[in-house]
Nanobody, 126 residues
Framework: QVQLVESGGGLVQAGGSLRLSCAAS??????????LGWFRQAPGKEREFVAA???????YHADSVKGRFTISRDHAKNTVSLQMNSVKSEDTGVYYC??????????????????WGQGTSVTVSS
């Protein structure tokens, strides 16, 4: 069993910055075997992939956030963060931290075999 707790959401002006954090916990060092990632869901839309952090320093970002968002993972603390810079109105949504034993850009795959946090809301004002 894996537990994920997000923090750091809020209201930010367009062009500004925000940092999201997620604390992961699980028994027996299980977190080390999981991909940790961020997805987001805008009102009326499906949950979409944002970024993922793998073993070591390997990361992967969606094209829509590449160059603006940066995911980072602290393996010792079992945390994953998302630094959001130059935010746009289209970045508004609920951001979910996820953990999955394998990577997929599809949220449904993470739902089927992984875990989600409760989500944290990000609102970008123009």
């Amino acid at each position: 069993q894996v537990q994920l707790v997000e923090s750091g959401g809020g209201l930010v002006q367009a062009g500004g910055s925000l940092r999201l954090s997620c604390a992961a916990s699980g028994s027996g060092g299980i977190i080390a075997n999981y991909v940790l990632g961020w997805f987001r869901q805008a009102p009326g839309k499906e949950r979409e992939f944002v970024a993922a952090a793998f073993d070591g320093d390997i990361t992967y970002h969606a094209d829509s956030v590449k160059g603006r968002f940066t995911i980072s993972r602290d393996h010792a603390k079992n945390t994953v963060s998302l630094q959001m810079n130059s935010v746009k109105s289209e970045d508004t949504g609920v951001y979910y931290c996820g953990a999955s034993p394998t990577f997929s850009s599809k949220a449904t795959d993470w739902t089927n075999i992984g875990y989600w946090g409760q989500g944290t809301s990000v609102t970008v004002s123009s």
